[in-house]
């Protein structure tokens, strides 16, 4: 098995299953999460959990099984209108991070470290969807 060079994922792994879906709700910048004092400390929670009771609605629509083994998440952020723009990659990550926590709340995924979750992340306009596209696959 290859890894990359750049990033160390498994591009040519095998994978068991395949899950698709576009969550249709924008993923904050890390900016407007990563206070922890006054209204802000809860900013984060919240965004964790708008996710998770969508997710939960996938599970049982899509019939995801609880992860049990190492998976790969693919998120592509989708972006529209003319006020919406590209986020420079530290906001976007570290925004993506509440939507990371509520799969693995869910059990969608065993734990975000590296042993259980190979992650990507891409951001492109749009002519009319906004959210996040969500790709998740189980290694064989």
Not at 11 to 18: E, K
Not at 57 to 83: D, E, S, W
Not at 101 to 130: K, N, T
Request: proline fraction near 5%.
């Amino acid at each position: 098995m290859t890894r990359c060079r750049l990033c160390g994922g498994e591009p040519d792994a095998v994978m068991s299953a395949r899950w698709e879906f576009l969550v249709p709700i924008e993923p904050p910048s890390q900016n407007t999460i990563a206070s922890n004092k006054g209204a802000g400390r809860f900013r984060y929670a919240k965004v964790r959990t708008d996710f998770e009771i969508y997710f939960r609605v996938r599970i049982v629509q899509l019939k995801i099984p609880r992860a049990t083994r190492r998976r790969r998440v693919m998120f592509t952020r989708y972006y529209t209108g003319q006020r919406a723009r590209s986020r420079d990659h530290g906001n976007f990550i570290g925004g993506m991070k509440p939507v990371l926590d509520a799969l693995v709340r869910q059990g969608m995924l065993v734990d975000d470290r590296p042993e259980y979750c190979e992650d990507y992340y891409r951001q492109e306009r749009h002519d009319c969807i906004s959210g996040i596209a969500l790709v998740l696959e189980e290694f064989a």
